[in-house]
Nanobody
């Protein structure tokens, strides 16, 4: 079992930067694909970014260049650095762990989920 806890969300202004953290317990994350997803009000949850166990990453096309996913193996934590945020980034952000898929963009391939952290971007 893997327990995931997100933190770092909050209310920010457009153009600001924000770093979300996802702390894991129960298992080391080194052999899990680690993804970030988000769900805006009234919309389906969508893929944001994933970090494979080799360190390579995939981003949603519209977010590449503004968001960066990274891992700290020593802290068993995954981060999502969000730069130049816009109101459309407002959502609940979830991290997730996949046992079998290194870099899946599909939420169906993730086995463990955090509770989410709210990010609100004001204009």
């Amino acid at each position: 079992q893997v327990q995931l806890v997100e933190s770092g969300g909050g209310l920010v202004q457009a153009g600001d930067s924000l770093r979300l953290s996802c702390a894991a317990s129960g298992r080391t994350l080194s052999r899990y694909g680690m993804g970030w997803f988000r769900q805006a009000p009234g919309k389906a949850r969508e893929f944001v970014a994933v970090s494979g166990w080799s360190g390579s990453s995939i981003y949603a096309g519209s977010l590449k260049g503004r968001f960066t996913i990274s891992r700290d193996s020593g802290k068993n934590t995954v981060y999502l650095q969000m730069n130049s945020v816009i109101p459309e980034d407002t959502a609940v952000y979830y991290c997730a762990a996949s046992r079998n898929y290194a870099r899946s963009t599909s939420e169906a391939n993730y086995d463990y989920w955090g509770q989410g952290t709210q990010v609100t971007v004001s204009s």
